[in-house]
């Protein structure tokens, strides 16, 4: 039996990183003895978590008010390792500071920069050339805890945040597994974070470039905008607007195309990104809906 002296593991998340992680943790209980569950506190209809609970007899449960899942935590008076994967809840500072609880954290970008949500977005928007992942340790403050480990990825001049997104799951994974250890043996010498005074949050609601764009604007930088709110079928952000020949417009699709592949349609703009190519964008007028 390997040691630790954690007791019970509580997974919180959903999506694809805390199914892999969920599965290494079940895996990796034979080894360490600990007690395992997880909970669902943003409810998925097709739950992938759920379906491994079914499989491998884990305690499994949906707790989507915040009070009530704050509550639960609390009740917790083993030695308890929180795993909080792609997860959402704000943890209470009276349950963060309790002796006998350690929260572990997923955050999808280089902290200290870009705390809060969506921050593929925002790195893409910003036109970085490199983020990554951090696992860390929670503390009272949104993502200020120590640094477990971290992971360097480049973003491409064509990348798009859902292809961004798939990647720094992968390297979430990835880090996870060579941290776990580690931290179940409570030898993890967490690096602090180096705060600027000027450190912004950035906010759920919060759309890049407020989600719109001027016709005067910069080819590569509507470019960018439109990478960074693209998240394939999954609805993050509201469509991209803007005002073209004095109509309010939404964009529909977007695409960089040679320049030989322009062709004409009402419904087409296509602006110049450099001498081979040009930004093609499919629109439509933008009503209102009423109510």
């Not at 974070?193 to 080819?219: C, H, I, N, W």
Request: proline share 4%; with cysteine; hydrophobic share 35%.
């Amino acid at each position: 039996m390997k040691s630790t002296a954690f007791k019970r593991i509580v997974i919180l998340g959903y999506g694809k990183v805390t199914g892999e992680v969920l599965t290494y943790v079940q895996e990796q209980k034979a080894d360490y003895g600990y007690y395992l569950e997880f909970i669902e506190h943003e409810i998925h209809p097709f739950s992938i978590t759920e379906k491994i609970c079914r499989e491998h007899e884990i305690s499994f449960a949906q707790i989507a008010d915040k009070k009530e899942l704050a509550d639960y935590l609390d009740t917790l008076h083993e030695k308890t390792l929180i795993i909080s994967a792609s997860n959402n809840f704000l943890f209470p500072k009276t349950l963060v500071e309790k002796e006998n609880i350690t929260i572990i954290n997923f955050h999808n970008a280089l902290l200290p920069d870009y705390p809060g949500r969506n921050a593929p977005s925002w790195v893409i928007y910003m036109g970085e050339k490199e983020t990554g992942i951090t696992w860390h340790y929670v503390t009272a403050g949104v993502d200020e805890g120590n640094i477990i480990i971290q992971k360097h990825c480049p973003i491409g001049e064509d990348t798009k945040a859902y292809e961004l997104t798939e990647t720094l799951m992968n390297l979430a994974y990835e880090g996870f597994r060579e941290l776990f250890a580690d931290v179940l043996a409570e030898s993890v010498i967490g690096k602090p974070q180096q705060f600027l005074a000027d450190r912004r949050m950035y906010r759920s609601k919060e759309v890049p470039g407020g989600g719109r764009f001027l016709m005067t604007d910069d080819p590569y930088d509507i470019y960018r905008l439109l990478r960074s709110v693209d998240y394939g079928k999954n609805d993050i952000f509201p469509r991209v607007h803007a005002v073209y020949q004095g109509e309010e417009i939404e964009i529909l699709r977007y695409r960089k195309v040679d320049k030989s592949k322009i062709s004409e349609g009402d419904a087409f703009l296509y602006l110049p990104l450099d001498e081979s190519n040009v930004l093609k964008i499919k629109y439509q007028k933008y009503i209102p809906q009423e109510g």
